[in-house]
């Protein structure tokens, strides 16, 4: 594997690597300097049409293998992560400017998550169900692997959603399609690499680059069972538009806005040094479920947002392969584009006021795709700027009084993925975390996912789980066998 460059990326049809593709090419462009990095091939229908024939090749016997034998593979795969955690985490901060901080975390969460799910292929059962018969009928269920399942990943930590949604779905006795965002090749080049060299049949896994072309033929190939998609709500319209015509489940992980309700009874100081890491340090604030808008109460607020402009001035930004660097570039000059243009409607809006930032870096850092560390006050809830995914190393904050002010404002949202409360009372922390609308509500912490916890959001957030069991039988049906004994229908007539 290369340390000092990027990894020549392939197509992966299973064990066979190809430099080109239908789909045509992509140009990279280093996060840092925006020069072209590399040329990435792109597959298009053609190579998933390949990919599908492979994989239907190659499934009964993966269905079929042991799964002690799925179990080992997948833990051979954790240890080759581990080992190169540090290529690994280069190649991230190639991919979209992750920091190298930031990208170690990442692999260790990929580790993390391989292991878990690898745990889980020789401990699936199904159930004994007593059919409550006077006859004596009895009735069990079998899990089985779906088949081949397509996973479509987005470009902000890849290699964390390898991990999460291709192991479990592996560990299922499933083959799988997978298209990485071509914005975003890189770690899932060295991932499909170790795959293979981990074990992983030729045909069960393809790691395919590629745009909405790839995409949209493995979500409507007739042979590919179930989708498994982490985006924006766009794209999942279109998605789910396109699973409605075949009847085809789905799990959707689509992004939030998510609120942090931060009490006086709580340690003040750690929870703005929360805040910050997770909106502004990690992955330059280009995170799903991020504690994007802290709620701060009235009695603290003043003193609340003094700690966030300390801590955030702190920050250094420029180059993620600079060890000492704490925040580094946003993906893309689109993004850049965007995010300066929210930034300016809030402006005009009279809608907030930006005590930090709020543009583009300048100096050495003006060619790159940098936004300055940007800290928003006393922010109007209802305006887009509250709304709206920033998607980068941005915090807003807003102002209640009690507790119902605060639900009230955490839950005037479309999304609803996270949600975390900064309390030291137990109390309060177990009556709001029922009343706020989240698929995961944390308290006293930051963004934790968890291997062994169930992963997933309500209403544009999306549907369907990742983690836990939960995560493992989204890739898994139940079949339902049931033994009769024999008797008539119509019983025997005495004569």
């Given at each position: 594997?290369m ?11 299973g ?26 091939p ?5 190579e ?18 042991k799964?002690e034998?799925?179990?080992?593979i ?8 581990e080992?190169n ?12 400017g ?12 990929a ?19 007593s ?7 009895l ?5 089985e692997p ?12 890849p ?12 560990a ?34 393809s ?39 075949e ?62 402009k ?11 392969m ?14 850049v ?9 809030a ?38 700027i ?5 998607f ?14 605060a639900?009230?404002?955490?839950n ?28 995961g509500?944390?308290?006293?912490g ?19 789980k ?30």
């Amino acid at each position: 594997m290369m340390t000092s460059a990027a990894p020549a990326v392939h197509l992966h049809l299973g064990h066979e690597q190809r430099s080109s593709g239908s789909g045509g090419t992509h140009a990279h462009l280093h996060p840092v300097t925006q020069s072209v990095q590399a040329d990435i091939p792109l597959a298009g229908t053609k190579e998933v049409e390949e990919a599908v024939a492979k994989a239907e090749g190659v499934r009964e016997a993966w269905r079929r293998t042991k799964p002690e034998a799925r179990r080992d593979i997948l833990n051979r795969l954790a240890d080759l992560l581990e080992e190169n955690r540090a290529e690994l985490a280069h190649a991230a901060a190639l991919d979209g400017g992750t920091t190298l901080m930031v990208g170690e975390r990442g692999v260790d969460t990929a580790v993390g998550w391989t292991r878990y799910y690898a745990g889980w292929c020789d401990k699936l059962s199904g159930e004994l169900l007593s059919t409550f018969d006077t006859r004596g009928e009895l009735s069990y269920t079998v899990p089985e692997p779906i088949g081949i399942v397509g996973i479509i990943i987005t470009w902000n930590g890849p290699l964390i959603s390898l991990g999460m949604k291709v192991c479990a779905a592996l560990a299922a006795g499933n083959c799988v399609i997978c298209k990485p965002a071509e914005i975003t090749p890189f770690a899932p080049e060295l991932f499909a690499q170790l795959c293979a060299k981990a074990g992983v049949p030729d045909g069960v896994l393809s790691i395919l680059p590629g745009t909405a072309e790839a995409g949209d033929a493995i979500v409507r190939h007739k042979k590919v069972r179930k989708i498994s998609f982490t985006g924006g709500p766009i794209t999942a319209r279109k998605i789910l538009a396109a699973c409605a015509e075949e009847i085809k489940p789905s799990v959707m992980e689509l992004g939030g806005k998510s609120a942090s309700l931060v009490f006086p009874d709580c340690d003040v100081q750690a929870a703005a040094e929360r805040a910050v890491f997770w909106t502004v340090g990690c992955l330059s604030g280009q995170g799903c479920a991020l504690p994007t808008r802290q709620l701060v109460h009235a009695d603290i607020y003043d003193d609340f947002v003094a700690r966030l402009k300390a801590i955030i001035t702190q920050f250094k930004v420029g180059d993620p392969m600079d060890p000492t660097v704490a925040v580094g570039p946003v993906i893309n000059k689109a993004a850049v584009d965007r995010i300066t243009a929210m930034f300016d409607r809030a402006r005009a809006d009279g809608a907030a006021t930006f005590l930090l930032g709020g543009g583009r870096c300048g100096g050495d850092l003006a060619s790159g795709n940098f936004i300055e560390p940007t800290l928003i006050v006393d922010a109007d809830p209802d305006h887009e700027i509250s709304q709206v995914e920033i998607f980068g190393p941005a915090v807003v904050v807003i102002k209640f009084h009690d507790e119902d002010e605060a639900v009230a404002i955490a839950n005037n949202s479309e999304y609803g993925l996270a949600a975390y409360i900064q309390s030291n009372d137990l109390q309060r922390v177990h009556r709001l975390s029922e009343r706020l609308n989240a698929g995961g509500v944390y308290n006293n912490g930051g963004f934790q996912i968890n291997p062994h916890t169930p992963f997933g959001g309500v209403g544009i957030s999306g549907f369907g789980k990742e983690g836990g069991k939960a995560g493992i039988d989204e890739f898994l049906h139940y079949k339902t066998v049931t033994i009769g004994v024999g008797a008539p229908i119509f019983p025997k007539q005495e004569a």
